[in-house]
């Protein structure tokens, strides 16, 4: 059991310029999860992917954010122009089904200036 | 969305049981009880999750009120390397999780 891995561990951009991360989930769960999670606050959940297929998006993904899931396997989260206020960690989280316990991986810290 | 109430914080001496209690008053039929916690800097780990009847697993009991409208996760004989923020949710079939604050408990020596 490999685990979630998420890549890159630590991103420090400035404001305006594009970052993307990746998730690697386990192998064969169809269900991947992102979240983000400022200092002091629980994770929020922003989007999920039953294999390919981006099921549900959170109000809090403004245009600027963009998740894919091609394939069905590994997933991408892209934020465009970023602002300081995207600044935050960024988790990915998996599951082989519904009500079955999702596995986080570490995150993707994003620091902004 | 679903939400419950935890305690913001709580100590515990290590060695003892650790008793976490959340209330989750509007939680529906179908929808399970999960908690969680995360250690500083990592991701959330599971811990245990329920429908109706009492759990039990390696590392916690989650005792459910009859009716669904609170819960309590023991950790049995807590260790410094329990202290973490507890996260008790509900969710139904999607799967999606709504974290709240949690509950930071600190296991002292």
């Known amino acids: 059991d490999t685990g979630v891995s998420q890549n890159p561990r630590h991103k420090i951009t400035k404001r305006g310029q594009n970052v993307t991360f990746r998730c690697d989930p386990i192998s064969e769960h169809n269900r991947l999860y992102w979240y983000r999670q400022t200092l002091g606050q629980g994770p929020e959940f922003l989007t999920y992917?039953?294999?390919?297929?981006?099921?549900?998006k959170s109000r809090l993904l403004s245009d600027r954010f963009s998740a894919e899931r091609p394939k069905g396997s590994f997933s991408t989260l892209e934020i465009q122009r970023t602002e300081q206020g995207d600044s935050a960690m960024y988790l990915c989280?998996?599951?082989?089904?519904?009500?079955?316990?999702?596995?986080f991986g570490s995150g993707t810290q994003l620091s902004v200036l | 969305d679903a939400k419950t109430t935890q305690p913001p914080s709580m100590d515990c001496a290590e060695g003892r049981a650790a008793n976490l209690p959340c209330n989750h008053s509007t939680i529906s039929g179908n929808e399970y009880v999960y908690w969680y916690r995360q250690i500083h800097s990592q991701g959330p780990q599971y811990i245990i999750h329920?429908?109706?009847n009492n759990e039990t697993n390696e590392m916690a009991s989650l005792i459910i009120t009859e009716d669904r409208k609170s819960s309590t996760l023991i950790l049995p004989h807590a260790t410094l390397r329990d202290t973490a923020v507890y996260y008790c949710?509900?969710?139904?079939?999607?799967?999606?999780?709504?974290f709240g604050q949690g509950t930071t408990l600190q296991v002292k020596p």
């Open positions: 992917f039953q294999n390919e297929a981006q099921l549900e």
């Open positions: 949710i509900f969710s139904g079939n999607t799967g999606k999780l709504i």
């Open positions: 329920g429908l109706k």
């Open positions: 989280a998996s599951s082989s089904q519904s009500r079955e316990k999702l596995f």
